[in-house]
């Protein structure tokens, strides 16, 4: 049958099983967005407030549901608002595609209105990005785009298509997507056997759990292998809920700001078994330092990933849930009791705490951990409170924190609160913020209540950039320079102005009515939670020293 590349675009994407796209409508891409308004039965379009936003609601979207996420935006300034939306995904390694439409194809490099080479932009920042000048090769480029953001390491792909080509005709046959299987044809033999001996020599074992692990779905085998080999569990900020944060095992979080039994264990195990983790420097602080009494075992499917930050001992390469999955009959049940005794005692004298007799940060996680039953998913923007969501929520299923952890994007979680709720309307969503991180998304409180998105916005508004106070405070002699906000903004009239509901929160005994008000609310909801300015996140590495000498406030003191 003949269609416009308009139609074939809206037929590709319900070849790929897509329901629900982000974005923003401009000149270019109108004749896509007129197919979209006729299949509006079939596709939902979600129309945000600015394209980032829409990114980072596709972003979102794929991360809570494990499928690809797709975003449209016109040309020029369109095109180029998604970019930090895009690299975020490429960072945390998130199944997204990128449609945005160009200027006809006799305007291309003339400088023509809204015209910007946005493939050429992204080229370093998705697995791979293309722009379309013939419609006989639209079908194909947009089936191809879908393949490569879902295989192997997923990540952002982004196709650019002309005006001319969205409105020429050309044949068009549906074609079934082929199933994508997980990466193993790198799985080796051998490489399982080196790695199984090493795990059933060790007499003090930790086991690391990163991104890779959510994205391959290995949490039954990741909790059958700590089960197996009695090993202390630590992740990183894009592992968490694959290991339990409420299992004895489980010590807390990596790196700069994880605990001290983690850090300490780390450095004092014999092996370290690294599961689906790129080894961020904010993760392994002094790469030197770093499990160097250790051998290290590295399960990753990106064998770009081995040996680029941390030497390892012993690599597999391959899907993470396929490498578990054949490692596991290798393993021998065993015992570490005295090494467990010794993390215990670690849990013991060094837990993480705050002044309790104020409202703070870590106050107001806990209560929504409580009120919520640890059920909820939690998008955060980066900061202070992306530190204390990590510590302080307890996650006991993957794709339930949903974080900006390479790229550390401000103003990225109320877009992928957006998008996973979504994705999944009878889940409770929180995004936790900053009043930083606010300023930079709050348009997108009007986005939610227009698409019938209630999700909750808890604001840590302390009237400063509270990370970067934190830093100027430890390490700049308390130069705070343009870090502080204190211009009375009310957050509160900003939410009602837009139609959501606003509440403040003054004092400790206001949170547990605020959250349970917001959680019967039928709209989306603002809490704006007023926290001291000075209060800092606790364990802290400087940057590039060893994780094992992180301090907290009794250190200071």
């Given at each position: 049958?003949?269609?416009?590349?308009?139609?074939?675009?809206?037929?590709?994407?319900?070849?790929?099983?897509?329901?629900?796209?982000?974005?923003?409508?401009?000149?270019?891409?109108?004749?896509?967005?007129?197919?979209?308004?006729?299949?509006?039965?079939?596709?939902?379009?979600?129309?945000?407030?600015?394209?980032?936003?829409?990114?980072?609601?596709?972003?979102?979207?794929?991360?809570?549901?494990?499928?690809?996420?797709?975003?449209?935006?016109?040309?020029?300034?369109?095109?180029?608002?998604?970019?930090?939306?895009?690299?975020?995904?490429?960072?945390?390694?998130?199944?997204?595609?990128?449609?945005?439409?160009?200027?006809?194809?006799?305007?291309?490099?003339?400088?023509?209105?809204?015209?910007?080479?946005?493939?050429?932009?992204?080229?370093?920042?998705?697995?791979?990005?293309?722009?379309?000048?013939?419609?006989?090769?639209?079908?194909?480029?947009?089936?191809?785009?879908?393949?490569?953001?879902?295989?192997?390491?997923?990540?952002?792909?982004?196709?650019?298509?002309?005006?001319?080509?969205?409105?020429?005709?050309?044949?068009?046959?549906?074609?079934?997507?082929?199933?994508?299987?997980?990466?193993?044809?790198?799985?080796?033999?051998?490489?399982?056997?080196?790695?199984?001996?090493?795990?059933?020599?060790?007499?003090?074992?930790?086991?690391?759990?990163?991104?890779?692990?959510?994205?391959?779905?290995?949490?039954?085998?990741?909790?059958?292998?700590?089960?197996?080999?009695?090993?202390?569990?630590?992740?990183?900020?894009?592992?968490?809920?694959?290991?339990?944060?409420?299992?004895?095992r489980y010590m807390g979080m990596l790196g700069m700001h994880g605990t001290k039994t983690a850090n300490r264990a780390v450095h004092?195990?014999?092996?370290?078994?690294?599961?689906?983790?790129?080894?961020?420097?904010?993760?392994?602080?002094?790469?030197?330092?770093?499990?160097?009494?250790?051998?290290?075992?590295?399960?990753?499917?990106?064998?770009?990933?081995?040996?680029?930050?941390?030497?390892?001992?012993?690599?597999?390469?391959?899907?993470?849930?396929?490498?578990?999955?054949?490692?596991?009959?290798?393993?021998?049940?065993?015992?570490?009791?005295?090494?467990?005794?010794?993390?215990?005692?670690?849990?013991?004298?060094?837990?993480?705490?705050?002044?309790?007799?104020?409202?703070?940060?870590?106050?107001?996680?806990?209560?929504?951990?409580?009120?919520?039953?640890?059920?909820?998913?939690?998008?955060?923007?980066?900061?202070?409170?992306?530190?204390?969501?990590?510590?302080?929520?307890?996650?006991?299923?993957?794709?339930?924190?949903?974080?900006?952890?390479?790229?550390?994007?401000?103003?990225?979680?109320?877009?992928?609160?957006?998008?996973?709720?979504?994705?999944?309307?009878?889940?409770?969503?929180?995004?936790?913020?900053?009043?930083?991180?606010?300023?930079?998304?709050?348009?997108?409180?009007?986005?939610?209540?227009?698409?019938?998105?209630?999700?909750?916005?808890?604001?840590?508004?302390?009237?400063?950039?509270?990370?970067?106070?934190?830093?100027?405070?430890?390490?700049?002699e308390e130069r705070y320079s343009n870090t502080v906000l204190d211009d009375g903004i009310d957050f509160v009239k900003i939410a009602?102005?837009?139609?959501?509901?606003?509440?403040?929160?003054?004092?400790?005994?206001?949170?547990?009515?605020?959250?349970?008000?917001?959680?019967?609310?039928?709209?989306?909801?603002?809490?704006?939670?007023?926290?001291?300015?000075?209060?800092?996140?606790?364990?802290?590495?400087?940057?590039?020293?060893?994780?094992?000498?992180?301090?907290?406030?009794?250190?200071?003191?």
């Amino acid at each position: 049958m003949k269609l416009s590349g308009a139609e074939i675009v809206i037929e590709c994407l319900k070849e790929q099983g897509v329901d629900t796209v982000f974005g923003y409508p401009g000149g270019t891409i109108l004749n896509i967005y007129d197919e979209l308004y006729k299949h509006r039965g079939e596709i939902r379009h979600v129309l945000t407030s600015h394209e980032q936003g829409a990114a980072h609601a596709a972003d979102g979207y794929a991360r809570s549901s494990g499928k690809v996420g797709v975003v449209m935006a016109t040309s020029g300034p369109g095109a180029t608002n998604l970019v930090t939306g895009i690299a975020t995904a490429m960072m945390d390694s998130v199944p997204l595609v990128a449609f945005t439409c160009n200027v006809g194809v006799s305007l291309l490099g003339r400088d023509s209105f809204q015209e910007v080479d946005i493939a050429g932009v992204t080229m370093p920042i998705t697995k791979y990005s293309v722009i379309v000048k013939d419609i006989k090769k639209l079908a194909p480029a947009i089936r191809r785009a879908f393949r490569i953001a879902k295989s192997g390491r997923p990540g952002p792909v982004l196709v650019d298509i002309t005006k001319d080509v969205t409105a020429a005709v050309c044949d068009y046959e549906p074609v079934k997507p082929g199933r994508i299987l997980p990466r193993t044809e790198t799985i080796r033999a051998d490489d399982l056997k080196e790695a199984a001996d090493l795990i059933n020599k060790a007499q003090k074992p930790v086991i690391f759990v990163g991104g890779g692990a959510v994205i391959s779905g290995a949490y039954e085998e990741v909790r059958e292998l700590a089960k197996r080999i009695d090993a202390p569990v630590c992740d990183s900020l894009m592992g968490k809920g694959v290991f339990p944060g409420t299992d004895d095992r489980y010590m807390g979080m990596l790196g700069m700001h994880g605990t001290k039994t983690a850090n300490r264990a780390v450095h004092e195990c014999d092996l370290l078994i690294a599961l689906g983790v790129r080894f961020s420097d904010r993760v392994t602080g002094q790469t030197s330092a770093f499990a160097n009494q250790a051998k290290i075992v590295q399960f990753e499917v990106d064998p770009a990933e081995v040996n680029k930050n941390v030497l390892v001992d012993c690599s597999v390469i391959g899907d993470l849930k396929e490498s578990l999955t054949r490692l596991l009959p290798e393993i021998t049940a065993v015992r570490h009791e005295e090494w467990n005794q010794k993390i215990a005692e670690s849990k013991a004298a060094h837990p993480l705490k705050y002044n309790q007799n104020v409202l703070t940060g870590p106050y107001i996680l806990e209560k929504l951990y409580r009120l919520t039953k640890g059920q909820a998913i939690i998008t955060t923007d980066v900061g202070q409170h992306q530190m204390w969501a990590a510590q302080y929520y307890r996650y006991t299923m993957p794709r339930t924190l949903l974080t900006s952890g390479g790229l550390g994007t401000m103003g990225y979680g109320f877009g992928a609160a957006m998008g996973a709720k979504a994705a999944h309307p009878d889940q409770v969503v929180v995004n936790i913020g900053g009043d930083g991180c606010f300023r930079m998304n709050m348009n997108e409180v009007i986005s939610a209540l227009r698409n019938h998105l209630n999700v909750i916005e808890i604001v840590m508004n302390n009237e400063v950039l509270g990370m970067v106070r934190q830093w100027q405070h430890l390490f700049y002699e308390e130069r705070y320079s343009n870090t502080v906000l204190d211009d009375g903004i009310d957050f509160v009239k900003i939410a009602e102005g837009q139609g959501a509901l606003g509440i403040r929160v003054d004092q400790k005994d206001q949170v547990e009515a605020a959250i349970k008000e917001a959680l019967a609310a039928d709209r989306p909801v603002v809490i704006d939670c007023r926290i001291g300015k000075d209060d800092m996140v606790f364990p802290m590495a400087p940057a590039g020293k060893p994780i094992e000498n992180a301090f907290d406030q009794d250190d200071l003191a």
